[in-house]
């Protein structure tokens, strides 16, 4: 939500620029990149890409459910076998080897 609101917020910013630039009389600048109809394009870009975003939220957060769930969800999630990977070098070389203490201080 806050990286969308920080969209919303931007193209407020490019609202009011547009607006403070239409009230000074004679704004012909050189460069058509600055040019009034060129933001008016931007903003009209920005909307459009704004409401396709926010329609794939949904599948946004199907996406980040599935990886949550492959991370820590389960028996077989990737977590568990972080944890076994690092109680079988313990077990295997001891608590004490330098096979384990080069795999006890990973951290998840």
Not at 34 to 46: K, P, V
Not at 87 to 98: F, I, L
Request: proline share 2%.
């Amino acid at each position: 939500n806050k990286g969308e609101q920080a969209y919303v917020e931007l193209q407020a910013h490019l609202s009011s620029l547009i607006t403070a630039l239409t009230a000074c009389s004679g704004y012909n600048p050189p460069s058509a990149a600055i040019a009034l109809n060129a933001f008016h394009g931007m903003l009209s870009s920005f909307r459009g890409l704004n409401m396709f975003i926010s329609q794939l939220t949904g599948q946004l957060t199907t996406a980040r459910e599935g990886r949550r769930k492959l991370y820590y969800v389960g028996d077989s999630c990737l977590e568990c076998k972080f944890q076994a990977v690092k109680n079988a070098v313990k077990g295997q070389y001891g608590q004490n080897s330098t096979e384990y203490g080069s795999v006890k201080g990973i951290k998840w």
